[in-house]
């Protein structure tokens, strides 16, 4: 009998590992993945000079913000759909350059293409902080009045540049 009563702190600890370990692996929305909230309000040094906002976009239309990176093996591999996502909303479609330098960011888009309006530099990652960035490449929509109407965590892909086309078509009341 006493050793049955011996093992139930035994049982008790796994029991509560356990449960710590479940709640620590499984993804929960926090609150840089939510929708509908501001973007960051912060300005940016631009590639081209100059200084760029998000909160609220340039011009008056729904806007792609995609963070991005020259060592970035996946945003070269989501970069196809950038150009494309370009070519069927031209001026709408930004980049953020994450932690890296301008030398290097020019040099990537020359070689892949630069479907981007213009190129914000973050060369610290305080930026992509702010967005609630989780690692690139991550692509935010804004809307005209600076709310982040979506947010695709990781490569785009044919599913989800859907569903981004779709928010940049939607009318906003």
């Given at each position: 009998m006493k050793r049955w009563l011996a093992a139930i702190p035994v049982a008790l600890l796994v029991l509560f590992a356990g449960l710590a370990l479940s709640q620590l692996l499984s993804p929960k929305?926090?609150?840089?993945?939510?929708?509908s909230r501001a973007a960051p309000d912060r300005q940016f040094a631009?590639?081209?000079?100059?200084d760029i906002a998000f909160a609220p976009p340039p011009g008056d239309e729904t806007i792609i913000v995609n963070l991005f990176a020259s060592w970035c093996a996946p945003c070269e591999a989501e970069h196809p759909q950038l150009m494309a996502l370009s070519e069927r909303f031209p001026g709408r479609v930004y980049g953020v350059l994450y932690k890296d330098t301008a030398e290097?960011?020019?040099?990537?888009l020359q070689r892949m293409g630069n479907p981007f309006t213009r190129v914000a530099e973050?060369?610290?990652?305080q930026g992509?902080?702010?967005f609630g960035l989780t690692g690139?490449?991550?692509?935010?929509?804004?809307s005209s009045d600076g709310e982040i109407l979506l947010h695709v965590a990781g490569p785009l892909g044919p599913d989800n540049v859907?569903?981004?086309?779709g928010a940049l078509d939607a009318p906003r009341n």
């Open positions: 929305k926090g609150e840089f993945e939510r929708v631009a590639l081209d000079g100059g290097n960011g020019a040099e990537f973050d060369p610290d990652g992509g902080l702010d690139v490449p991550e692509t935010f929509v804004i859907k569903e981004v086309s």
